[in-house]
Nanobody, 114 residues
């Protein structure tokens, strides 16, 4: 069964903001750390941001621009994206931070363009 469902993507102008949501299965314990990843066509998947042991961490490409948060009671992981640039264009996915990943969801596409 599907355990990860991303939503909130779409077309946004450079300099704009967007909020992504990840609804995850209640079978994923609140003690399991989670985060966001992204992948553009022809490129490797890269880490965007997550929360590990209560500490927020970010990839260098988005540091200072994105904010990750989690609402464990609602089984929801959030990504607030600000000051977007064309290089942020990619499919965004959520998953656990540990090395052994859960089956990836469909992702949500973010396109930053004029």
């Amino acid at each position: 069964q599907v355990q990860l469902v991303e939503s909130g993507g779409g077309l946004v102008q450079p300099g704009g903001s967007m909020r992504l949501s990840c609804e995850y299965s209640s079978s994923i314990s609140s003690t399991v750390d989670m985060g966001w990843y992204r992948q553009a066509p022809g490129k490797q998947r890269e880490f965007v941001g997550g929360i590990e042991n209560g500490v927020k961490i970010y990839g260098k490409a988005v540091k200072g621009r994105f904010i990750v948060s989690r609402d464990s009671a609602k089984n929801m992981l959030i990504l607030e994206m600000n000051n977007l640039i064309p290089e942020d264009t990619a499919a965004y996915y959520c998953n656990v931070l540990k090395a052994m990943k859960i089956d990836w969801g469909q992702g949500t596409q973010v396109t930053v363009s004029t």
